[in-house]
Antibody, heavy 122, light 107 residues
Framework: QVQLQESGPGPVKPSETLSLTCIVS????????WSWIRQSPGKGLEWIGY???????RYNPSLNNRLTIALDTSRNQFSLTLRSLTAADTAVYYC????????????????WGQGTLVTVSS | DIQMTQSPSSLSASVGDRVTISCRAS??????LNWYQQKPLHAPRLLIY???TLQTGVPSRFSGSGSETNFTLAITSLQPEDFATYYC?????????FGQGTRLDIK
């Protein structure tokens, strides 16, 4: 069974950089692609980006110039770095596995971490 | 970006009822449509992928249908644990986008 666990700093200040890590167990980073998704308080879900097992990335253009997602295959974890934070970045951040049933099928997010709340406030 | 619009935004129903939730895409997404259930303080849970395939472990009272731009999630014989918020999500093209959610409450 695949399990994901986010770890993060909790409160951060405006203009600072957010660093989050997602530890994966029960699967290898080489078999799927891996994503970050966030949810602002009381709001819906926003896709942030994902990284393929190759290390190639796809980012949401709304965050593209502030965002980096990276793999650490030696630790079986992946990370998110989001720069120049504002209050609008306050959200629960989820990591998730992006998977598909077969090589030609559409993708879905089938395993999620429990989420970590990041509050941006001075 | 592909806009995903769910209706209704909220819905009240009773245990045992049948309910349907609609999701419309702003352009054709073939069958690249997934449904999730989210309960308060929990991560979303995948219910249905590729519009109509039930995820392993999801009760058969959940079903999905549709293609191109119009999709439906149906829940028959509502159970107490089904009261939650439901989201559709397109995986056809990036940026990946979600519907705004449909909150299902107990009447």
């Amino acid at each position: 069974q695949v399990q994901l666990q986010e770890s993060g700093p909790g409160p951060v200040k405006p203009s600072e950089t957010l660093s989050l890590t997602c530890i994966v167990s029960g699967d290898s980073l080489s078999t799927s692609s891996w994503s970050w998704i966030r949810q602002s308080p009381g709001k819906g879900l926003e896709w942030i980006g994902y990284i393929y097992s190759s290390g190639n990335t796809r980012y949401n253009p709304s965050l593209n110039n502030r965002l980096t997602i990276a793999l650490d295959t030696s630790r079986n974890q992946f990370s998110l770095t989001l720069r120049s934070l504002t209050a609008a970045d306050t959200a629960v951040y989820y990591c998730a596995r992006r998977h598909r049933r077969d090589k030609s099928g559409p993708y879905f997010f089938d395993s999620w971490g429990q989420g970590t709340l990041v509050t941006v406030s001075s | 970006d592909i806009q995903m619009t769910q209706s209704p935004s909220s819905l009240s129903a009773s245990v045992g009822d049948r309910v349907t939730i609609s999701c419309r895409a702003s352009q054709s997404i073939a069958n690249n449509l997934n449904w999730y259930q989210q309960k308060p303080l929990h991560a979303p849970r995948l219910l249905i992928y590729t519009a109509s395939t039930l995820q392993t472990g999801v009760p058969s009272r959940f079903s999905g249908s549709g293609s191109e731009t119009n999709f439906t999630l149906a829940i028959t014989s509502l159970q107490p644990e089904d009261f939650a918020t439901y989201y559709c999500q397109q995986s056809y093209i990036t940026p990946i986008t979600f519907g705004q959610g449909t909150r299902l409450d107990i009447k």
